[in-house]
């Protein structure tokens, strides 16, 4: 029997912060994804928000959250720390741990912009209590995270990328090709950094809800290569 569909608010304590979020998970959900925003966003970012319900009505659980304070959120120096953001995500993770494990839920990261750099420094650092299982990135900048990471990266990771967004494309490419995991780069045809042109961001939640399905579902171990 599956357990009852979950949504609740939460309060994550990092730092001297408290991180506002918002988890919700369906009754038969098989992942868990844990969002990570781009710089000057929230978690109330409407693509985000959109990616997260078409995961829902997929059968995966959703954690949003505010990576930093309102106050540090308004410094760049804060929103451009991925080593800060990074470990802000972890927190998260293992804030939501022990619902994962209660519900058998195995754990991914959707990273977009400054928070896809965080996702992947988060994932080469995560433990065997709480798993990364997966990395999907939307228009992220990978790079960011360094050299050393991106060698590091053992799970299957996704880049998506605007197909007219062509400098953090090109950067998408160079931090592929850095990678040793399972790992793909999809291109959304004519579109910005901001996926919004029309159409565009239904083809980001449809990439991004079919490489998570493919990883995190129970039938699925997801291959990873250990660097």
């Given at each position: 029997?599956?357990?009852?569909?979950?949504?609740?608010?939460?309060?994550?304590?990092?730092?001297?912060?408290?991180l506002e979020?918002t988890?919700?998970?369906?009754?038969?959900?098989t992942?868990?994804?844990?969002f990570?925003?781009g710089?000057g966003?929230?978690r109330?970012?409407?693509?985000n928000?959109?990616?997260?319900?078409?995961l829902?009505?997929a059968?995966?659980?959703?954690l949003?959250?505010?990576?930093?304070?309102?106050?540090?959120?308004?410094?760049?120096?804060?929103?451009?720390?991925?080593?800060?953001?990074?470990?802000?995500l972890?927190?998260?993770?293992r804030?939501?741990?022990?619902i994962?494990?209660?519900?058998?839920?195995?754990?991914?990261?959707?990273?977009?912009?400054t928070?896809?750099?965080?996702?992947?420094?988060a994932?080469?650092?995560?433990?065997?209590?709480?798993?990364?299982?997966?990395?999907?990135?939307?228009?992220?900048?990978?790079?960011?995270?360094?050299?050393?990471?991106l060698?590091?990266?053992?799970?299957?990771?996704l880049?998506?990328?605007?197909?007219?967004d062509?400098?953090?494309?090109?950067?998408?490419?160079?931090?592929?090709?850095?990678?040793?995991?399972?790992?793909?780069?999809?291109?959304?045809?004519?579109?910005?950094?901001?996926?919004?042109?029309?159409?565009a961001?239904?083809?980001?939640?449809?990439?991004?809800?079919?490489?998570f399905?493919?990883?995190?579902?129970?039938?699925?171990q997801?291959?990873?290569?250990?660097?």
């Open positions: 029997m599956n357990p009852e569909p979950l949504s609740l608010s939460m309060d994550i304590v990092a730092d001297n912060a408290v979020g988890l919700d998970c369906p009754g038969n959900a992942g868990l994804v844990i990570a925003h710089s966003s929230s109330l970012s409407p693509r928000r959109y990616v997260a319900d078409q829902h009505a059968g995966l659980g959703t949003l959250f505010d990576l930093l304070s309102a106050e540090e959120a308004s410094h760049a120096s804060c929103r451009f720390d991925i080593e800060l953001l990074a470990r802000r972890q927190t998260a993770t804030a939501v741990g022990s994962a494990r209660e519900r058998g839920l195995r754990l991914g990261y959707f990273g977009a912009s928070g896809a750099a965080a996702a992947i420094l994932a080469t650092e995560s433990d065997d209590a709480c798993p990364i299982e997966v990395v999907v990135s939307r228009g992220g900048r990978p790079d960011l995270a360094g050299p050393r990471a060698d590091k990266l053992a799970c299957p990771t880049l998506i990328v605007g197909a007219a062509l400098d953090v494309l090109d950067l998408n490419r160079q931090a592929l090709s850095q990678m040793h995991c399972e790992k793909a780069l999809e291109t959304v045809p004519r579109a910005t950094h901001l996926f919004e042109e029309e159409g961001l239904e083809q980001v939640a449809e990439l991004a809800r079919a490489w399905v493919r990883y995190l579902s129970a039938a699925t997801p291959k990873r290569h250990a660097r």
